[in-house]
């Protein structure tokens, strides 16, 4: 069973489009978060959120929004994409954002996205 | 990653040691953390280190932590092909919100 999901595994499309990428956690976790992969590998926390609090890294560009309709669920929708979008985005859940132990992240094995 | 630095590149040979370095500037953080993606695959938590501990062992892994110079190393002994890929450190935020360094790529050579 996988743990944490994400859909689509590729996603090509063109400039100027709308388009949502699907995350989907089975582990009755609490948080999930998004993260950026661009092409020289470097990494990039996008948001953290629960069902309490969203968290924004104030890099982010507001064309991007995460959108949660349950807590199994934190999709990730952009507006307006541009070129400097390519990227692999990584889905991300753990238990407990507050917890005092460690609060190992999960990773879903990432959406490659192309604008082109 | 601005504040996690990190070397790009690492080649070994099967069965010799491989150390991999990464300095940081957040001193607040909690845990630092070492993941590893292997090629086009998401990323798996290998080990991590409580910010009060100087180091720790699991199996072929020993994390140090050097507190004072802000310096994390995962060393890994009797290094395999396997062990091919793309290492990050990364360390803990508000919201535990991981900040990445770079990686390093490690090739191990047969």
């Known amino acids: 069973d996988t743990a944490v999901s994400q859909t689509p595994k590729y996603l090509v499309t063109q400039m100027g489009n709308d388009k949502s990428i699907k995350c989907e956690q089975n582990?009755?976790?609490?948080?999930m978060y998004w993260y950026k992969q661009d092409s020289k590998k470097f990494l990039k926390i996008m948001f953290s959120?629960?069902?309490?609090?969203?968290?924004i890294n104030e890099t982010v560009p507001n064309r991007f929004s995460p959108k949660s309709p349950d807590k199994a669920h934190l999709n990730l929708h952009i507006n307006s994409l541009e070129l400097g979008d390519s990227a692999v985005y990584f889905c991300?859940?753990?238990?407990?954002?507050?917890?005092?132990?460690?609060?190992?992240?999960?990773f879903g094995p990432g959406t490659r996205l192309t604008v082109t | 990653g601005e504040d996690v630095e990190q070397s790009l590149f690492l080649s070994v040979r099967e069965g010799d040691s491989s150390v991999i370095n990464c300095t940081y500037t957040?001193?607040?953080?909690?845990?630092l953390y070492w993941y590893k993606q292997e090629p086009g695959a998401g990323l798996q938590l290998l080990t991590y280190?409580?910010?009060?501990?100087d180091m720790k062992q699991d199996q072929r892994l020993t994390v140090l932590l050097n507190k004072k110079d802000k310096h994390l190393s995962l060393r890994i002994a009797d290094t395999q092909t396997g062990d091919s890929a793309i290492y990050f450190c990364?360390?803990?935020?508000?919201?535990?919100?991981?900040?990445f360094g770079g990686g390093t790529r490690l090739m191990v050579k047969p």
């Open positions: 991300a859940s753990s238990q407990d954002v507050n917890s005092p132990s460690l609060d190992e992240q999960y």
């Open positions: 582990l009755g976790h609490d948080t």
């Open positions: 959120y629960n069902n309490k609090e969203l968290i």
């Open positions: 957040d001193s607040s953080s909690t845990y």
């Open positions: 280190i409580f910010s009060n501990m």
């Open positions: 990364a360390h803990n935020n508000a919201g535990n919100m991981l900040t």
